[in-house]
């Protein structure tokens, strides 16, 4: 595929790696972007320094899509062409939170490729000494901002929760998620900062294709162990109030990676709820959930919860349905749910999962616009899905027909001045900056 260059931009460098991991630039060839069926050279206006915290992987049975600065053409380069023989692959960027994804690794899968582990894989390049991600800030909040994280501070608030939530099942859970999976949720409630994470649930009504806590299938492992218990209405509110009482625009959430839906777990959350309230009026109750029992949420919001942020990939019913592969509910009710939310007052976003090539073309961006204007929620959390791309392009056009993208920061500016009121993020806002 020629490209016409007659004004050439400048171009981010490209960067591969070969068998063992080992990532180097690769002089002569520039990074190339995948939107979708779009692939083009990565211009360093299109990108920004690799934030602090990402992680770079290497992408084993796929060939790297690079554009050739000589002959002025993509191409796969399935060897170093300075060290012939040698195979190369492709790289991509595994951005920090409060970063969204403009384009992907651009690659051609090898026969026996499989899924890819459940990671976003970003377009990323060399560009002056550093590595420059395609991706736009859309939260510069540090609430999960890894150095300051020190682990010595967490072991030592481990130690001060064991002494003060002796014997609570749920503060002893959440160590491991802060200690063995890394969890930078289950990292600030050791900290004491930010957000804390109240897992509740062993059970979903949804199958989602990246679940990152059940797996079944043998594709791809799961990226961690679910909770396998319900805890008490007192164990939670315990560690809630510790929380809350000790931090200042403290947020609280149900709803975990480690978990299935909250909504699962009415009952015992809203015993909770109640816990909770009768001791503080502090402090901002959250579930990040499915929505798809409306008179659950119902119940949740009389008992006292603060906000709620519904799991989207689409706004579409068969795409959303595609990915999510409900049990029992179908997307209609996840409407409901938030229309039930809304008039009750809580405050309503939607975790919004961005894969540029189905994100950002024409009929999802119709799609959400209209959406926003029926449904008036108050944020968009444009989160990153964390899934193989070209498997997940795939399944949604294998369920209705896309156009050509139009761009993910094209989306977001549309968003923008369509509703100027909307809030734009990535963090679960306290009730103080409703």
């Known amino acids: 595929m020629i490209i016409d260059m ?7 460098t490209a960067v591969v790696a070969n068998d063992k991991g080992e990532i180097f630039d690769l002089a002569g060839y520039a990074a190339v972007g995948a939107d979708g069926p779009l692939k083009q050279p990565l211009e360093v206006s299109q990108t920004l320094n690799l934030p602090s915290g990402s992680e770079l992987m290497y992408l084993p049975d ?77 939260d510069a909040e540090p609430r999960q901002d890894l150095r300051r994280m020190p682990l010595d501070k967490i072991e030592a608030g481990v130690r001060r929760m064991r002494r003060e939530l002796a014997d609570n099942r749920l503060s002893a859970h959440l160590e491991k998620c802060a200690l063995t999976y890394g969890c930078p949720a289950g990292k600030n409630f050791f900290l004491s900062r930010y957000e804390a994470p109240l897992p509740t649930s062993s059970t979903c009504n949804a199958r989602c294709l990246g679940c990152i806590s059940f797996q079944t299938d043998g594709a791809m492992p799961s990226s961690q162990d679910r909770i396998a218990f319900t805890p008490t209405a007192e164990e939670i ?90 049990r029992g509910y179908a997307f209609e009710e996840v409407l409901d749910g938030i229309d039930v939310a809304l008039r009750h007052g809580a405050h309503v976003a939607i975790n919004y999962l961005n894969c540029p090539g189905f994100t950002d073309t024409p009929e999802e961006c119709e799609a959400l616009l209209n959406f926003l204007q029926a449904h008036p929620i108050h944020m968009i959390q444009w989160r990153n899905l964390n899934f193989d791309p070209v498997r997940y392009l795939d399944i949604m056009n294998a369920v209705t027909v896309h156009s050509a993208p139009l761009g993910v920061q094209t989306v977001l500016n549309r968003v923008r001045k369509a509703h100027p009121k909307l809030q734009f993020g990535y963090f679960n806002p306290p009730k103080e900056a409703f």
Not at 6 to 12: A, C, D, G, Q, W
Not at 251 to 272: K, N, W
């Open 6 to 12: 007659t004004s050439p931009p400048k171009l981010v």
């Open 62 to 138: 796929r060939t790297p899509l690079l554009y050739d600065l000589q002959q002025k053409r993509l191409v796969l380069l399935p060897e170093d062409p300075y060290t012939p023989g040698n195979a190369i692959f492709p790289v991509a960027a595994f951005n920090s939170p409060g970063y969204m994804i403009t384009h992907t690794a651009a690659y051609e899968e090898q026969p026996q490729a499989g899924f890819l582990p459940l990671f976003s894989y970003g377009a990323v390049g060399w560009h002056r000494g550093k590595f420059r991600s395609a991706a736009v800030q859309v």
């Open 237 to 326: 509110a315990a560690v809630a109030l510790t929380h809350i009482l000790r931090v200042d625009r403290a947020v609280v959430s149900f709803g975990q990676g480690c978990e299935g839906d909250p909504l699962m777990q009415t009952d015992v959350i809203c015993d909770a709820i109640r816990l909770i309230r009768s001791k503080t009026d502090r402090g901002t109750i959250n579930m990040n959930t499915n929505g798809s029992i409306p008179d659950r949420i119902d119940r949740l919001l009389n008992a006292g919860l603060d906000s709620l942020r519904f799991s989207i990939n689409s706004v579409r019913k068969s795409c959303y349905e595609a990915y999510f592969r409900p």
